[in-house]
């Protein structure tokens, strides 16, 4: 078992930037691919980004690319998202997920979510 616990959210105006962290238990965290999802009210959660275990793959959701990046300290059993450029359509919760395989809308663990706010 994964425990993942975010932290980072808070209000920004349009324009800013926040850093999300994500910090993972154990010791076996570079054996995990990591990501972030995100979820508006109303709406299905959403992939975001991911990277791979070793830090050398990242993605990015077409919404998010140039503007967001995904990086990962194992010695820090942590992984960020640095958020430019905020939009107002950026505004939801953020999860982090960890999955031994592969990052999906099933990954196997997820964090409790961080609010994102981004006010005009």
């Known amino acids: 078992q994964v425990q993942l616990v975010e932290s980072g959210g808070g209000l920004v105006q349009a324009g800013g930037s926040l850093r999300l962290s994500c910090t993972a238990s154990?010791?076996?965290?570079?054996?995990?691919?990591m990501g972030w999802f995100r979820q508006a009210p109303g709406k299905e959660r959403e992939f975001v980004s991911r990277?791979?275990?070793?830090?050398?793959?990242?993605s990015y959701a077409d919404s998010v690319k140039g503007r967001f990046t995904i990086d990962r300290d194992n010695a820090k059993n942590t992984v960020y998202l640095q958020m430019n450029s905020l939009k107002l359509e950026d505004t939801a919760v953020y999860y982090c997920?960890?999955?031994?395989?592969?990052?999906?809308?099933?990954?196997?663990?997820w964090g409790q979510g961080t609010q994102v706010t981004v006010s005009s």
């Open positions: 154990g010791r076996t965290f570079s054996s995990f691919a």
């Open positions: 990277i791979a275990r070793s830090g050398g793959y990242t």
């Open positions: 997920a960890a999955d031994p395989l592969a990052i999906s809308a099933r990954s196997q663990y």
